[in-house]
């Protein structure tokens, strides 16, 4: 199974603020990883494809980068509708997602 | 837009089987460059994929390896929707459970259904 990894678990930032966030997979998945954003109660919502490939309609602060193991996500100017909980996940062998890094108030 | 609506008791006894619907709108269930997905969240164990179904000219399912003896996954063309099947549950399958739509031939999770709690507890 391949394993990911985010870091960090929790991030406090402010409004305004650019954040990234880091997964690592446990073997090269080439770059087959997607961002997800979770808020609560709610079901995730993708936001990235292919490691940098902004799904449609979301905002282009929102941005991917990475291959083989190492990736990130990075939102540019934070905005008070960002904070919630975001997740990788890899499709190259099954699906396995991240634990989660949960974007909080600072 | 696709739109994925869960049904399905939110209460199950330990032992027996959960049964959750998943009926589709906008796409077909036996489209040929979908899937169809089954995924779990828990505090322990989080995001955890189950299983998939998709049409390629005949039916196909995977499921994870830990729960492939307890878990089926169905699809129904008439009323268009799929189901899960997990049987022989625990206190440890208690968790929200989701349906979600593969593109990008089945690969890509894109469309979410809304979530169902199911708690195991006697």
């Known amino acids: 199974d391949i394993q990911m990894t985010q870091s960090p678990s929790t991030l406090s930032a402010s409004v305004g603020d650019s954040v990234t966030i880091t997964c690592r997979a446990s073997?090269?998945?080439?770059?087959?990883l997607a961002w997800y954003q979770q808020k609560p109660g709610k079901a995730p919502k993708i936001l990235i494809s292919k490691a940098s490939s902004l799904e449609s309609g979301v905002p282009s602060r929102f941005s991917g980068s990475g291959s083989g193991t190492e990736f990130t996500l990075t939102i540019s100017s934070l905005q008070p509708d960002d904070f919630a909980t975001y997740y990788c996940?890899?499709?190259?062998?099954?699906?396995?997602f991240g634990q989660g890094t949960k974007v909080e108030v600072k | 837009q696709v739109q994925l609506q869960q049904s399905g008791p939110g209460l199950v006894k330990p032992s027996q089987t959960v049964s959750l619907t998943c009926g589709i709108s906008?796409?077909?269930?036996?489209?040929?460059?979908?899937?169809w997905h089954w995924i779990r969240q828990s505090p322990s164990r989080g995001l955890e994929w189950l299983g998939w179904t998709y049409y390629r000219s005949k039916w196909f399912h995977d499921f994870a390896v830990s729960l492939e003896s307890r878990i089926t996954i169905n699809a129904d063309t008439a009323k268009n929707q799929f189901s899960l099947q997990l049987s022989s549950v625990t206190p440890d399958d208690t968790a929200v459970y989701y349906c979600?739509?593969?593109?990008?031939?089945?690969?890509?999770?894109?469309?979410w259904g809304q979530g169902t709690l199911v708690t195991v507890s006697s």
């Open positions: 906008g796409d077909s269930v036996s489209s040929n460059t979908v899937a």
């Open positions: 979600a739509r593969g593109s990008e031939f089945g690969v890509l999770i894109d469309d």
């Open positions: 073997q090269t998945i080439s770059s087959r």
């Open positions: 996940q890899q499709y190259k062998s099954y699906w396995t």
